[in-house]
């Protein structure tokens, strides 16, 4: 097997940098930028390789980072973005070409951090028969994430926080199929935590067992909305706590057994609606 080593670290100021990495393993690709519009893009393909980009004291900076595994079982990828300033875009994109459907691939780790005001984060990650985990940090006013799962077989982890105000967190985690068409993803776990007021959490679970989704607000004004719809899925739950006043909570699952819904509201004028609609798990 080809194994390449690469590793490379570059600092630039106000400048557009496209940084590009093919056909390796265990490859390493760190970028620091510092300054305002500035642009970073890493693209690698294989195994086992770790892409970092950190853009300092600047405005209306891009990053995008792209990963794609051959599904082998060393099959690793670490994506890790850091930014501070204004109106800066991360995109992430983890992908795997699954070779062997009966190989246990290692986890997917994607990590950003934002520190500013508009901020976006952007992650998607698809198609893996290992764990996958995705972990967003932002933290100031009018910051956004967009974070997707979909495909995986096993388990897939997304934990989310977000401090400061007009705050929006978007998640879709959606479980795959098996060869056999039997299984559906064993298990989705989603942690969002928001403190501050005007935030709002968005979140969906499609296709899953042994589910969880947990979603907590510390603030006024705040909005959370879930819905887990596991397709004939069991042992699903959802766990929702607001703090704070004029907060809203609508929290639905669909098509399952052993559903659980917990939910805690203390503060005044805060509104909560919970739906439940049953499935039939076929034997």
Do not use: W
Request: with cysteine; net charge positive.
């Amino acid at each position: 097997m080809k194994k390449l080593i690469f590793t490379m670290t570059l600092i630039l100021s106000m400048t557009t940098l496209a940084f590009c990495q093919s056909d390796g393993s265990s490859n390493s690709a760190t970028l620091h930028q510092k300054g305002k519009y500035q642009h970073a893009f890493i693209k690698q393909i294989h195994t086992n390789n770790t892409g970092t980009v950190t853009q300092n004291q600047g405005k209306n900076n891009t990053t995008i980072l792209k990963q794609r595994t051959n599904g082998r079982k060393s099959s690793h990828n670490n994506a890790d973005v850091t930014q501070r300033g204004n109106r800066n875009i991360t995109k992430v994109q983890q992908n795997e070409n699954q070779v062997d459907e009966s190989a246990y691939t290692y986890a997917n780790v994607s990590n950003v951090a934002q520190v500013g005001n508009r901020n976006i984060s952007r992650v998607n990650q698809k198609g893996t028969r290992g764990p996958v985990i995705s972990n967003i940090v932002q933290a100031g006013t009018g910051n956004k994430t967009i974070t997707n799962q979909t495909n995986g077989i096993m388990q897939s982890d997304i934990y989310i926080r977000q401090k400061g105000r007009n705050n929006t967190a978007r998640i879709n985690q959606k479980g795959g199929i098996s060869g056999d068409g039997t299984i559906f993803i064993q298990s989705n776990l989603l942690k969002v935590t928001q403190h501050g007021q005007n935030n709002k959490a968005n979140a969906t679970q499609i296709k899953g067992i042994n589910s969880i989704m947990t979603l907590n607000q510390h603030g006024q004004n705040n909005l959370v909305s879930s819905v887990q719809d596991v397709a004939m899925g069991k042992n699903n739950s959802i766990t929702s706590k607001q703090l704070g006043t004029s907060n809203m909570l609508n929290l639905n699952q669909h098509n399952g057994s052993g559903m659980q819904i917990d939910a805690t509201q203390q503060g005044i004028g805060n509104v909560g609606m919970i739906i439940q609609t049953g499935g039939r798990l076929s034997e």
